[in-house]
């Protein structure tokens, strides 16, 4: 060949084995730890959640969240108030569970909130609502409003974690979205307490890693190098260094399966009670509701095997079928009942609605009626409208705010209460673990209390 050609020809090469080099380069540097990043990123949401804090006339500022709250407030001290409002937002993470919007976050995250804003890493923001929670196990589920179909992350287990495996945490800490802390498992089923006196969460079986969980990770997702699920982020210790704690996904899922079967998470109603079958293979049918689509299809000790064809690992599992479903679909599921495997077709049905009077059983552990004229003159009572308290049930929510046998219920949250339809409709959209205000008259005096609704 022509030396010109050839040396030509050589440098035009440069260009290609420079860019296989960057190519091998970028490869090397793509560690299983940002390919675990990658997969999950888009599916963890930031989360803040707004207050309003008051200042009324040289008292010390307070916030509650409840506009009601402040209303008797100002009310009981009388006179004009200067009001300032300040929003308060802190901040926590979650991650998306399902393509339609459920998330999963901690309970404390939320708590109290009056509105709920999330935003993907895209900058995209959306508000969102608190569907179900369950304060003791600090978990609670949210529902994005959105259209737009979100990306659910992987489900990991967390029952054969080893020490010393590498996980990721990813969240919002301090305010700074979308950070990535890796570390390695450092413990298993490690129990602390979060704060002190009646603020004190008591924790179990967590997972403690090494990956920093600062705050605002709250929430956020723990996941194995795979980008799979297997813990929410849930807790630090104060002073501590490299020490964070997670809830393990498989107590979470156990926790989170009968949220998910509530009407406020699930429009559509099969009528089953269930446990996880040990092991995870299945979920077994414990209990049938009374006139449920499942009562004559279903028996108990039934073992669920699969949805249309989707192995179940557990009771979770179930029910995140059925809440991707509506009233009227139906659904096969592959049953073993008595050593036998057989087919059967269950259509989805909708949620029957409590009676008012159910109602105020199951929210606050109190019977009660419209006050009538007459139970008005009985009581001795002030107010010729409201809800009378005719039984509260030892150590209920309601007799453990301080509500008595005789008093009137005259508003729930923000909403005034004439009649038990009233009450109803203010009780319908809260949820267990929530703190509502309530006002009642206790013959000539108004009070208020705060009343944590029961499951």
């Excluded at 901690?106 to 935003?119: I, Q, T, W, Y």
């Excluded at 304060?135 to 659910?152: E, N």
């Excluded at 109603?269 to 449920?292: D, F, I, Y």
């Excluded at 309601?398 to 729930?412: K, P, S, T, Y």
Aim: glycine content about 10%; charged content about 20%.
């Amino acid at each position: 060949m022509n030396r010109p050609f050839a040396i030509l020809a050589l440098l035009a090469c440069f260009p290609l084995l420079a860019a296989d080099d960057a190519g091998a380069r970028l490869a090397l540097r793509r560690t299983p730890t940002v390919a675990a990043v990658e997969k999950v990123q888009d599916c963890v949401v930031n989360i803040s959640t707004e207050r309003m804090l008051v200042t009324r006339g040289g008292l010390v500022p307070f916030g509650t969240g409840d506009d009601a709250f402040d209303r008797f407030f100002q009310d009981f001290f009388g006179g004009p108030a200067t009001e300032q409002r300040k929003v308060n937002a802190p901040l926590g993470s979650g991650c998306v569970i399902t393509s339609n919007g459920l998330v999963i976050t901690n309970e404390h995250v939320v708590r109290r909130a009056s509105n709920v804003k999330l935003s993907l890493n895209t900058g995209e923001t959306f508000d969102a609502v608190v569907l179900a929670a369950d304060p003791a196990a600090d978990l609670a589920l949210l529902r994005a409003q959105t259209a737009t179909p979100l990306k659910a992350i992987a489900m990991g287990v967390s029952s054969d974690l080893m020490l010393g495996e590498p996980v990721v945490a990813v969240g919002n800490p301090f305010g700074f979205e979308n950070s990535v802390t890796s570390g390695i498992v450092s413990a298993l089923n490690r129990e602390i307490t979060i704060g002190n006196g009646d603020d004190a969460v008591h924790y179990t079986g967590l997972i403690q890693t090494s990956a920093l969980i600062n705050p605002g990770n709250s929430g956020g997702p723990l996941v194995n190098i795979l980008g799979e699920l297997i813990g929410i982020n849930s807790a630090i210790v104060d002073g501590a260094q490299g020490i964070g704690f997670a809830i393990p996904i498989d107590r979470a899922r156990d926790v989170l399966a009968p949220l998910l079967a509530t009407p406020q998470v699930c429009d559509a109603w099969a009528g089953v009670h269930g446990a996880t079958v040990p092991g995870r293979k299945g979920a077994r049918v414990t209990q049938l509701e009374a006139r449920s689509p499942a009562e004559k299809v279903l028996q108990v000790n039934d073992v669920i095997a699969s949805v249309d064809g989707r192995p179940l690992e557990d009771l979770f599992d179930f029910f995140m079928q059925i809440v991707q479903h509506k009233p009227g679909d139906a659904i096969v599921l592959r049953v073993e009942r008595g050593g036998q495997a057989l087919e059967v077709k269950l259509t989805l049905g909708q949620h029957p609605q409590p009676s008012p009077t159910e109602l105020l059983q199951e929210k606050f552990g109190l019977t009660g009626s419209d006050l009538t004229p007459e139970i008005a003159r009985r009581a001795g009572t002030a107010v010729d409208f409201g809800v009378y308290a005719a039984e509260v049930a030892p150590d209920g929510p309601a007799h453990r705010a301080g509500l008595e046998r005789g008093d009137v219920i005259i508003q729930i949250g923000s909403n005034p209460v004439r009649n038990l339809r009233d009450a109803s409709a203010a009780l319908r959209t809260t949820i267990a673990g929530e703190r509502v205000v309530v006002v009642v008259v206790r013959q000539d005096f108004r009070a208020f209390t705060r009343v944590t609704v029961g499951d």
